[in-house]
Structure formats: structure tokens, C-alpha cells
């Protein structure tokens, strides 16, 4: 299938054995549950994911089991960023070959780059493959800063047809919006889709969406049906819950709350903490509060 707008799921991943293994009877549950909350696809190996705590096999193994396991039910975006852009360009083959509708990274972290080799880092990597790239821009987590128009000379790379966008600078998307109308810009940040959405973005791509995948849905449509006030409620809503589970950390949060659900989620690897044992129960209170409708 090929990538088109709408609402993302970056899918975070479930352990079994006190987090020696990635337990994939839960990513099969995860996807079943996106899928019957109408979303447009899944972004797999991302932030979410907590990917940069797991080793290259097990990343290798979660590509290619989620794809046997949507099996084209849903569209595919493999993020193959690493410190190390060679482990990157393998993981693109091994999305292509497993049938990835698209491959995304964000630039190599750690080590400092200049503008123009981010671009040759960014030519390279999406010419690995046929398959089209998606760039990701998330500074608050690779320290990468880049303005509008570095992004926009990265869209302009031949095999490049979107950017997955999480900054809270709106100024800016609406600027990269501006200058590449044939680009698919996804806004990264789940508590302001509705503001990506006011400055022209195709859609999100986000981590509650996990457990709230359908209120962005209706988001989306709602925005597009021209109902500023059901936007507006439904952005709230989202964020309530958002609200509920930012003190906590949004990560064990939301896996603590697919757990509620019957998805055995596992904590995330350490040195990220496990909840508490209040966390727990005030997470049992939101969920009552905002999920069980
Ligand atoms: O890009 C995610 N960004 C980070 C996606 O994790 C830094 C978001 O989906 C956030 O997790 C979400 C909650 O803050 O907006």
C-alpha cells in the first residue's frame, strides 16, 4: 500500500521474562486492536518502541514478525535510524525485503553533524532501497536541530515523500508545509495533532494512539468535516488522558494501560523505572475515566 494521510500508530513493544524477550503473542493483539480502532498504519521501531535498547537481531525480528503479522492488513513504516549509519542502511533492506511501505530515520545521533553530511546521510540511506523514505525530526530526543529550510532541501532527496515532524514550533511546519505541497507532513506530538492539522499536516503519527487510536480518527475527520467545536472536544479529550500520564511516564503508562486491556505489555528496559505501585492505580482510575467508553 502506499502511504497516504491519515492517523499512525507508532507501536511500542511488549517483553515477556522481565524483558529478555520481545513477546510477539502481544504485537499480534497490538496490531488486531490499531486495526480495529480504523488507523491508517503503524510506524514500527520508533521513539515509542524504545528501540535504541534493543539489540540489531531483535530489531531485525520485530520488522520482519510485525509484517508476517499484519499481513497487509494495514500500512507498513520502518524506522532504521542508528548511531551507526551501516546498521541503518542493513535494517532498510531487511523493511524492503519484509515488505515495508516505507522506511524512516531520524539522523545519527551522538556524534555531530553538519548540514551537508545530514544530507549525505539522508541521500545515501533513502537510495538504499526502492521503498519510499520518511524523514524524522524529533530534537528533543537526537539533540539534532534542523530549521525549514534544511528540512526542506531533505524532502527534495529523489526517493523522500514525507517527514514524521515532532517540534512544537508550528511556525516552522507551516513553513515546510508551504514549501513542499507534494510532500505527506505528519505532525509528531499527540497532545497538538489538532494544531498540525490548522497548519496544513496530512495527519500524526504518535504514541497514545496506542491506546486511543480511534479518538484520533475522529479527530482527523472531524477536522476535515469542517467541525471546529468536535476538533477542539476531541483534541481535550486526547489530552486528558495525556495529562493523567505525562507524571507517570508516557511509556510505561501506556503499556501499564493496554496490560488493563489484556495486552501482557512487560515494563520498559531499564535504567527506565517500572511504576509504582500508586502509578498502577491511578493509572486503573484513568483508564476507567477515559477508555472504558
Ligand atoms: O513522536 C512521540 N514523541 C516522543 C512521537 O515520544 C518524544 C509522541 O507521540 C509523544 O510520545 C506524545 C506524548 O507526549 O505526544
Known sequence: MSIESGSYTALLTPYSDGGDKINFTSIAAMIDRNIDHRISGLYVGGSTAKTFLQSYDERVSVLQETAKLVQGRTRLIAQVGDMN???????ARIAADAGYDAISAIPPFYFKYDSAE?????????????VPFVIYNIPALTGVIMGAGQITELLNLPNVIALKNTTLDYYAMEQIIRENPDKLIFNGYDETALSGLAVGACGVIGSTLNVQGNKFVDLYKAYHANDAKKSRELQSEINQLIDAIVPLGVFRSLKYLLDLEGIPMGDCRAPFRPLSDDGKYQLAKAHEKYLSR
Do not use: Q
Open 85 to 91: 549509519p551501516r546498521t541503518s542502511h542493513k535494517l
Open 118 to 130: 545530514l544530507l549525505d546521510y539522508y541521500r545515501t540511506l533513502s537510495s538504499v532501497t526502492n
